[in-house]
């Protein structure tokens, strides 16, 4: 949750393969009725992880199964966001980002084609709590230049060292080429 004066923004980052708009928007509605955050207040990013569910993908012969998925899901998106909102507190808010040319490229491009590989941080430094690192990489980070795998399971992978290694919360979101 971010704010500034009376207006109040959820970010969230979910470890599922993809969502479509309806699917997004069912989401917004829950959080936005529990938490009195508006819709267009509301962002959802998805880390493309292969190894998630994929809920806007056919799920022929499991529509029970997916109903209840998503039921669980926007309840843990309501909790989400009303922890969130309740764990506000100042921070000075610092950001930089690299370069990364050669790391990976996108899959459904040719092996050729220019892609901004370019990682982002922002670091909210919080002093009465634990500090918080958004990361944004704008890529589906298939293979390495060398054609060592890198899988698509990066972004957890990323979150779990950074938390295990400096004090602080992180999220992952993924730019828009995944």
Do not use: C
């Not at 499991?62 to 209840?68: G, R, T, V």
């Not at 989400?80 to 921070?91: C, K, L, W, Y």
């Amino acid at each position: 949750a971010l704010g500034k004066g009376d207006e109040t923004f959820l970010m969230f980052t979910a470890d599922v393969i993809s969502v479509g708009s309806a699917w997004a928007s069912a989401m917004k509605t829950a959080v936005s009725k529990a938490t009195g955050i508006a819709k267009d207040h509301i962002l959802i990013s998805t880390t493309h992880t292969h190894s998630g569910v994929g809920v806007n993908y056919d799920w022929a012969d499991h529509e029970a199964d997916k109903a209840a998925y998503m039921e669980k899901f926007y309840a843990a998106a309501v909790t989400a966001g009303t922890q969130a909102i309740a764990d506000m507190s100042q921070a000075q808010v610092l950001g930089g980002s690299v370069a990364t040319e050669g790391l990976a490229h996108v899959r459904h491009t040719s092996a050729d084609a220019q892609v901004n590989g370019q990682l982002d941080l922002v670091q909210l430094q919080r002093a009465d709590k634990q500090d918080i690192v958004l990361m944004s990489f704008p890529v589906h980070a298939t293979f390495m230049e060398s054609g060592t795998v890198l899988s698509a399971d990066f972004p957890g992978y990323a979150r779990a060292y950074v938390e295990a290694n400096y004090d602080a919360q992180a999220a992952y979101f993924i730019g828009s080429a995944g």
